[in-house]
T-cell receptor, first 109, second 119 residues
Framework: GQNIDQPTEMTATEGAIVQINCTYQTSGFNGLFWYQQHAGEAPTFLSYNVLDGLEEKGRFSSFLSRSKGYSYLLLKELQMKDSASYLCAVMDSNYQLIWGAGTKLIIKP | GAVVSQHPSWVICKSGTSVKIECRSLDFQATTMFWYRQFPKQSLMLMATSNEGSKATYEQGVEKDKFLINHASLTLSTLTVTSAHPEDSSFYIC???????????????FGPGTRLLVL
């Protein structure tokens, strides 16, 4: 079967760094997405990785290792507004999205 | 966790035809389902909120007569793209709220998406 695993909840301190991991087992791979979703709102696109390595975009970076079926989202200089759910999704060989359940990130002052 | 399915996964159609996309919650009852559209490398854009037994609520700029939504049962919502044109080509994703598992934060489960290509 196809599976995406990510932690249910994480807590971090304002100004710190947090890494949210995502592991996947899918039938084929056509890229991995990270989305941010605030409560009651639609998810917003953060990053897309299809090749191994680190993609940096401001305070957010996303890493992919296809051989390990592993990705992480790194958030630096955490701000209170970063409190949200972070969704990992993989596009399989049929170009269907397999969604993780999301990681709820709580930022404390 | 809860599972949401969509059918079909891929649709290729001629301009002017209508296309129906189904969204099903497989192991829970969803009183509310959402329809999103996503263009390449852009955020999901909420199109409408579908409530079982009542009319859908459309977001500003989304044509009600073009994107018909029917939420006839607690496990099924359909989106029909009427008289599709090439500019309607996009990735359509549905999600459903599971009122049982939801905690303080609304819990949405997303479908795998339907890729529509209008020629």
């Amino acid at each position: 079967g196809q599976n995406i695993d990510q932690p249910t909840e994480m807590t971090a301190t304002e100004g710190a760094i947090v890494q949210i991991n995502c592991t996947y087992q899918t039938s084929g791979f056509n890229g991995l997405f990270w989305y941010q979703q605030h409560a009651g709102e639609a998810p917003t696109f953060l990053s897309y990785n299809v090749l191994d390595g680190l993609e940096e975009k401001g305070r957010f970076s996303s890493f992919l290792s296809r051989s390990k079926g592993y990705s992480y989202l790194l958030l630096k200089e955490l701000q209170m507004k970063d409190s949200a759910s972070y969704l990992c999704a993989v596009m399989d060989s049929n170009y269907q999205l397999i969604w993780g359940a999301g990681t709820k990130l709580i930022i404390k002052p | 966790g809860a599972v949401v399915s969509q059918h079909p996964s891929w649709v290729i159609c001629k301009s002017g035809t209508s296309v129906k996309i189904e969204c099903r919650s497989l192991d829970f009852q969803a009183t509310t389902m959402f329809w999103y559209r996503q263009f390449p490398k852009q955020s999901l854009m909420l199109m409408a909120t579908s409530n079982e037994g009542s009319k859908a609520t459309y977001e500003q700029g989304v044509e009600k007569d073009k994107f018909l939504i029917n939420h006839a049962s607690l496990t099924l919502s359909t989106l029909t793209v009427t008289s599709a044109h090439p500019e309607d080509s996009s990735f359509y994703i549905c999600s459903a709220k599971d009122p049982v598992s939801g905690s303080q934060q609304e819990t949405q489960y997303f479908g795998p998406g339907t890729r529509l290509l209008v020629l």
